[in-house]
């Protein structure tokens, strides 16, 4: 096969297959918040029916925990006391998720990825600081607050293998029904921002089998009819009708918002135009990332200038940085997307993870063989090694 047909082969599986302008949702983040038990997986996916490509880029750290804990054979039953050995592995480990959440997150955003935030959302301020950057960043962000009785979270919270306690799915309950449900902290947030909206300005409560089915898993009875969830406790201020109309509504802003490849952000817009420019011009090799823009800027000027979208996207990338300089902007540009990625220091989960577990997991076993230094350091590092290989990109 001559090298032109194979090269020309190459480039139509780069525009194709890999490419950017196969995102249906890009620059779009959801904010999905609820206490403990609340069902936010269960409401996005069977009753939103937000699609798959939305969901797939999740930012939360719990499905790496559920992971990396049994590798360790660590409970997920969360122990507190800073004096407690099992709390402090613990604590180890959920660093380690956290980073690697974070090392998910910088690649998505540097992607142009919808990401989909699963989280309590009780601390509104500290939440708003990451959606600020996002939005600075290009993201039009989109919010959902759903809600149970306080007895339904901690309940659920308990039955559950990962489970933080219930004094403290109790505390995260009270602090988000004071910020979120009466003190309104995210709508008041979302005012004045024309690229954050509040999807539902009043919370679904997540208490009743809206379909006209019983719900019924492994022989077990869920929900009746058109009924209140069997393991639903505590008090229900609202009716099924409310929450018919609220679900109705949420549906429907939740696909406006969603709408395929409309991005309101104009920061957003004018870098996908540029990334989607750069592709075509290179023939699918560079424009799959942002940082791809900072790379031609530098490196071929005179390959900008021929181009309105590129140079227009590498001057929106100067305005987002507030530093014209590249050089100086690409710096400031990757703590911005650190920032936008929760993220508070920069780590190397392959350097000191294992010694750092493993100063944790002596005193774990204090009267057992488990205290081999060797054995487990192997293990503690070869799990650091693995989990770096699982949060690389494709």
Aim: charged content about 35%.
């Amino acid at each position: 096969m001559k090298r032109s047909m194979i090269r020309e082969l190459v480039e139509q599986h780069l525009l194709q297959e890999v490419s950017i302008a196969k995102l249906k949702h890009p620059f779009k983040a959801f904010l999905m918040t609820g206490p403990a038990g609340a069902g936010k997986t269960f409401v996005s996916k069977n009753l939103l029916d937000i699609p798959a490509e939305a969901r797939k880029y999740n930012l939360n750290p719990d499905d790496i925990i559920e992971d990396l804990f049994p590798k360790f054979d660590v409970t997920l039953k969360f122990a507190h006391g800073k004096k407690d050995p099992l709390a402090a592995a613990q604590k180890e480990l959920r660093d380690i998720a956290k980073v690697g959440t974070m090392s998910k997150a910088v690649g998505y955003i540097n992607r142009a990825k919808p990401l989909f935030i699963d989280t309590t959302g009780q601390d509104v301020a500290r939440l708003a600081k990451t959606l600020d950057t996002l939005v600075r960043l290009g993201y039009d962000v989109g919010i959902i607050k759903v809600f149970v009785p306080k007895e339904t979270s901690v309940g659920r919270d308990t039955d559950r293998e990962r489970t933080v306690g219930e004094e403290k799915t109790g505390e995260i309950w009270d602090i988000y029904k004071k910020n979120v449900i009466d003190g309104e902290g995210y709508d008041k947030y979302a005012e004045g921002n024309p690229h954050v909206t509040v999807l539902n300005p009043e919370a679904f409560w997540n208490v009743y089998n809206l379909g006209d089915a019983e719900v019924v898993i492994d022989d077990k009875l869920i929900a009746k009819a058109r009924d209140k969830v069997e393991d639903v406790e505590g008090s229900i201020p609202v009716t099924i009708a409310e929450m018919d109309r609220v679900i109705a509504d949420l549906k429907k802003a939740t696909s406006d918002f969603l709408a395929p490849r409309e991005i309101n952000n104009p920061t957003g817009k004018c870098l996908y135009h540029g990334m989607l420019a750069l592709m075509k011009a290179s023939k699918g090799r560079l424009g799959q990332e942002i940082t791809d823009l900072y790379e031609i800027g530098m490196e071929e000027p005179e390959f900008v200038e021929r181009s309105p979208e590129i140079a227009k996207a590498i001057q929106c990338l100067g305005d987002v940085t507030g530093v014209p300089d590249l050089k100086k902007s690409f710096e400031e540009f990757k703590e911005l997307v650190k920032k936008a990625s929760r993220g508070k220091e920069e780590k190397d989960i392959t350097v000191s993870t294992g010694s750092r577990v493993i100063d944790k997991m002596k005193g774990f076993y204090p009267d057992s063989e488990e205290m081999d230094d060797e054995r487990i350091g192997m293990v503690a590092e070869a799990i650091a090694k693995r989990l770096v290989e699982k949060l690389k990109i494709k």
